[in-house]
């Protein structure tokens, strides 16, 4: 298993802004991934953070808008820049970590953004 | 492509009633299934899953089999509790470390 962390847990911020959220977790993973959702919606992943190379986006989300750090193998960061009130969501990461017969996503509480 | 289809909410049930969340997924190969739970305010948990056809996943009174031949992977639970109450997301991974959601469903329960 493994237990993950984000800061904050909700914000506010004003649009034009940028907001910086954090993941850790508690144990060295590979892959992390960055999703999405919106208010009654389901996730949608926004991109794949593996340490030491870039960030692998999904389609309709793009680096300027949403860039990603990975300096480690226990942290990540997602920022999203230059916020309208369409970024309003709450944003959480996950990371696979294999089972006994298939990988499982273990969750953050994810961080709930509403932009005014 | 791959994908999830769950039955749209709400579904709004008294205490104690049966449960059923239907789910049906569209992939190539042979993918491992999962039901996964978010409470109010939280993050999602995996709540069960299935690796290969016939395989019943339970948890929590919970459970769910692997219908290859329906494609279908239904959740059940035979008593509901108010506590119950959360979104139900069906989700399935075809190997590729990355899971696909289903849209989730909203439970409620009544006292």
């Known amino acids: 298993s493994a237990v993950i962390s984000q800061k904050p847990s909700r914000d506010i911020c004003q649009r034009g802004t940028s907001l910086t959220i954090q993941c850790q977790v508690d144990s060295q993973v590979t892959m992390m991934f960055w999703y999405r959702q919106q208010p009654g919606q389901s996730l949608t992943l926004i991109a794949t953070a593996n340490q030491g190379s870039e960030a692998t986006y999904e389609s309709g989300f793009v680096i300027d808008k949403f860039p990603i750090s990975r300096p480690n193998l226990t942290f990540s960061t997602l920022t999203v820049s230059n916020m309208s009130p369409e970024d309003s969501s709450i944003y959480l990461c996950s990371v696979p970590i294999p089972g006994r017969t298939s990988y499982e996503q273990y969750f953050g509480p994810g961080t709930r953004l509403t932009v005014t | 492509g791959d994908s999830v289809t769950q039955m749209e909410g709400p579904v709004t049930l008294s205490e104690e009633a049966f449960l059923t969340i239907n789910c049906t997924y569209t992939a190539t190969g042979y993918p491992s299934l999962f039901w996964y739970v978010q409470y109010p305010g939280e993050g999602l948990q995996l709540l069960l899953k299935?690796?290969?056809?016939?395989d019943k996943g339970s948890n929590k009174g919970f459970e769910a089999t692997y219908r290859k031949e329906t494609t279908s992977f239904h959740l059940e639970k035979g008593s509901v509790q108010v506590s119950d109450s959360a979104v139900y997301f069906c989700?399935?991974?075809?190997?590729?470390?990355?899971?696909?959601f289903g849209a989730g469903t909203r439970l409620f329960v009544k006292a």
């Open positions: 989700a399935l991974d075809t190997g590729g470390f990355k899971t696909i």
């Open positions: 299935a690796t290969k056809a016939d």
